[in-house]
């Protein structure tokens, strides 16, 4: 629905026209624009999206405080989830993760002269078979990539040692 005049619209919303004049400033829309003598004209739907898009972003917005208290509080989420076990340092996990890939990669290395000796002279399925059996052993021995490095870490007779061998 179209209104005529800044006096009109200024009713709608329950503001003064010169209100309407400092929100044109700002975006509101104008659906004609007037002149001397001739009113602008306003489209209401319009005029009423605009005004509740501006309430809401005033909602919105964050101030410092706002972000402080925000940034506060990740922060505690984040150290309690730290304390829990649930979020891990990358500095810890990135020398247990290379180490990972390191034996995994040993491993795999070694396995072609191990399944070529014993490949000698077998069928297909068998082949097959042993490639399967060989796969699947890796694969569990990759998901047990965790327990692996804590055994690293501990001595043949049960004694922590650290990375340098040392014991804890």
């Known amino acids: 629905m179209r209104i005529k005049g800044q006096e009109q619209i200024a009713a709608l919303f329950g503001v003064?026209?010169?209100t309407i004049t400092e929100w044109q400033v700002l975006g509101f829309p104008i659906a004609f624009q007037g002149g001397p003598g001739v009113?602008?004209?306003y489209d209401s739907p319009a005029c009423i999206t605009w005004m509740v898009g501006r309430e809401v972003s005033k909602i919105r917005s964050e101030t410092p405080k706002d972000r402080l208290s925000r940034l506060q509080g990740d922060k505690i989420e984040r150290d309690?989830?730290?304390d829990d076990g649930l979020l891990i340092p990358a500095s810890e996990i990135e020398p247990m993760w290379e180490g990972a890939v390191i034996a995994a990669r040993e491993y795999l290395l070694g396995e072609p002269?191990?399944?070529a000796s014993l490949s000698i002279g077998m069928e297909k399925p068998a082949l097959e078979e042993l490639l399967r059996t060989?796969?699947?052993?890796y694969l569990v021995k990759l998901s047990n990539w965790r327990a692996a490095m804590q055994d690293d870490d501990e001595g043949k007779d049960g004694i922590s040692q650290d990375d340098d061998g040392e014991e804890i």
């Open 16 to 18: 003064a026209p010169k």
């Open 39 to 41: 009113p602008s004209e």
């Open 80 to 82: 309690m989830m730290r």
């Open 113 to 115: 002269p191990r399944i």
């Open 134 to 137: 060989t796969f699947e052993a």
